[in-house]
């Protein structure tokens, strides 16, 4: 049981509030020990804060995850997680993990009472409204850079990675739409109502904008962020972040693993070691070659 609560709080999805720690490096703190352990904190709690509304999520979603394909498979869909049990521990975890998160600092706690009850809004009313669904996704990826900067005093950090992050967050928002339609075709609608709004051609032309706006914006952020900075360097960067997108775009069109974005990054090699050689690049030129 206790095993079946953790994989509830879907750890592996935790690996998006990594996005936490970008006001921290990019503002040049990483190295810096109070700053670090303030920020690793503020993840820790804020990987918990999301666990719980992954619970009160799968709760409430309890019939339509059981008609699905995969997600019936789930702790709490497939009946190896007592509801009762799932409520009583969601509400303990709460007892913790906010007042930490309050303790930890004012503005981080109201922020992960924001982001909650913008998840919540979304399980019951927001993930229904075409468009809007994928818009709070993204909106909940700029509340995760949000609530890292909260914690810490940043000086340099560009408000051009806000808007990155906003625009790659809709493209795995419109990607994993995508994926979802491919994987329940017909009959997607009755699994996701708001999938019955989306065409695979609407999306694709989606997918073709958000690409093009993220690598303009990634361009001018790399011209223009970090003026102290090589920008011989930051430019470097440019054809990890061409690959990157490329090679996600080709998943998203081969297959429908980009229905969780998390085991994509997880277990797709190619793209890891992409990754690995953009953050190598960065971090050289954030901390070395000033």
Same mark, same amino acid.
């Given at each position: 049981?206790?095993?079946?609560f953790?994989?509830?709080?879907?750890?592996k999805?935790?690996?998006?509030?990594?996005?936490?720690?970008?006001?921290?490096?990019f503002?040049?703190?990483?190295? #810096?020990r109070k700053?670090?352990?303030? #920020?690793?904190?503020?993840?820790?709690?804020?990987?918990?804060?999301?666990?719980?509304?992954?619970?009160?999520?799968?709760?409430?979603?309890?019939? $339509?995850?059981?008609? %699905?394909?995969?997600?019936?498979?789930?702790?709490?869909?497939?009946?190896?997680?007592?509801?009762? #049990?799932?409520?009583?521990?969601?509400?303990l975890? $709460?007892?913790?993990?906010?007042?930490?998160?309050?303790?930890l600092?004012p503005?981080?706690g109201?922020?992960?009472? $924001?982001?909650?009850?913008?998840?919540?809004?979304?399980?019951?009313?927001?993930k229904?409204?075409?468009?809007?669904?994928?818009?709070v996704?993204?909106i909940?990826?700029?509340?995760?850079?949000?609530?890292?900067?909260?914690?810490?005093? #940043? /000086?340099?950090?560009?408000?051009?990675?806000?808007?990155?992050?906003?625009?790659?967050?809709?493209?795995l928002?419109f990607?994993?739409?995508?994926?979802e339609?491919?994987?329940?075709q017909?009959?997607?609608?009755e699994?996701? /109502?708001?999938?019955?709004?989306?065409?695979?051609?609407?999306?694709?032309?989606?997918l073709?904008?958000?690409?093009?706006?993220?690598?303009?914006?990634?361009v001018?952020?790399?011209?223009?962020? %970090?003026?102290?900075?090589?920008?011989?360097?930051?430019?470097?960067t440019?054809?990890?972040?061409?690959?990157?997108?490329?090679?996600?775009?080709?998943?998203?069109?081969? $297959?429908?693993?980009?229905?969780?974005?998390e085991?994509?990054?997880? %277990?797709?090699?190619?793209?890891?070691f992409?990754?690995?050689?953009?953050?190598?690049?960065?971090?050289?030129?954030l901390?070395?070659?000033?």
């Amino acid at each position: 049981m206790v095993r079946a609560f953790i994989e509830t709080l879907r750890p592996k999805q935790w690996i998006k509030n990594l996005v936490i720690f970008a006001g921290l490096i990019f503002d040049g703190q990483l190295l #810096v020990r109070k700053p670090l352990l303030t #920020v690793f904190a503020a993840f820790l709690l804020f990987c918990l804060v999301s666990g719980i509304t992954y619970t009160i999520n799968d709760l409430m979603d309890l019939r $339509s995850d059981r008609a %699905h394909p995969i997600k019936k498979l789930s702790p709490i869909a497939s009946g190896r997680l007592p509801i009762n #049990v799932a409520v009583i521990t969601a509400i303990l975890l $709460s007892l913790i993990a906010f007042p930490c998160a309050f303790l930890l600092k004012p503005l981080f706690g109201l922020i992960c009472v $924001s982001y909650t009850l913008l998840m919540l809004a979304y399980s019951k009313w927001l993930k229904h409204i075409m468009l809007v669904d994928v818009l709070v996704i993204a909106i909940g990826f700029v509340i995760r850079v949000v609530a890292g900067i909260s914690v810490i005093t #940043v /000086k340099f950090f560009s408000p051009w990675l806000l808007i990155l992050t906003t625009f790659l967050a809709l493209y795995l928002g419109f990607g994993k739409r995508l994926s979802e339609l491919k994987l329940l075709q017909q009959s997607a609608g009755e699994h996701r /109502k708001v999938l019955e709004g989306y065409t695979v051609e609407l999306l694709n032309q989606f997918l073709v904008v958000i690409t093009s706006a993220i690598l303009i914006t990634y361009v001018l952020y790399t011209f223009n962020a %970090h003026l102290n900075q090589n920008q011989y360097v930051s430019m470097a960067t440019i054809p990890f972040v061409l690959y990157g997108i490329f090679r996600y775009t080709f998943i998203i069109q081969t $297959s429908t693993a980009a229905g969780s974005p998390e085991e994509v990054l997880l %277990h797709d090699r190619p793209l890891q070691f992409t990754i690995l050689l953009w953050g190598i690049l960065i971090l050289l030129n954030l901390y070395l070659l000033v």
